[in-house]
Nanobody
Framework: QPQLVESGGGLVQPGGSLRLACAAS????????MGWYRQAPGKQRELVAS???????NYADSVKGRFTISRDNAKKTVYLQMNSLNPEDTALYYC?????????WGQGTQVTVSS
């Protein structure tokens, strides 16, 4: 049974940084485009960054230039480096396949940006 486990969230002040990680187990990982999603209270889940199996990346306009997605296929892990965080980045962050039938969603990791 595929499982995704996100980690690395927390409380950070505006302008701060966090690095999220998502480890996949029981899942085929390397051939899929993987993405980081987020869901803020009262809003729909949105894709903020994705990375193909070959390492090509794509970002939502709201995070472009501040977030960097990367992956380690040997470790079946995808990362999200988040810099210059602002309160609008506050959300529950998830990872999953992008552009393909998703695996079961993990529990997510909460990111809260507040002074």
């Amino acid at each position: 049974q595929p499982q995704l486990v996100e980690s690395g969230g927390g409380l950070v002040q505006p302008g701060g940084s966090l690095r999220l990680a998502c480890a996949a187990s029981g899942a085929i990982f390397s051939i899929y485009t993987m993405g980081w999603y987020r869901q803020a209270p009262g809003k729909q889940r949105e894709l903020v960054a994705s990375i193909t199996s070959g390492g090509s990346t794509n970002y939502a306009d709201s995070v472009k230039g501040r977030f960097t997605i990367s992956r380690d296929n040997a470790k079946k892990t995808v990362y999200l480096q988040m810099n210059s965080l602002n309160p609008e980045d506050t959300a529950l962050y998830y990872c999953n396949k992008a552009g393909a039938l998703p695996y079961p969603w993990g529990q997510g990791t909460q990111v809260t940006v507040s002074s």
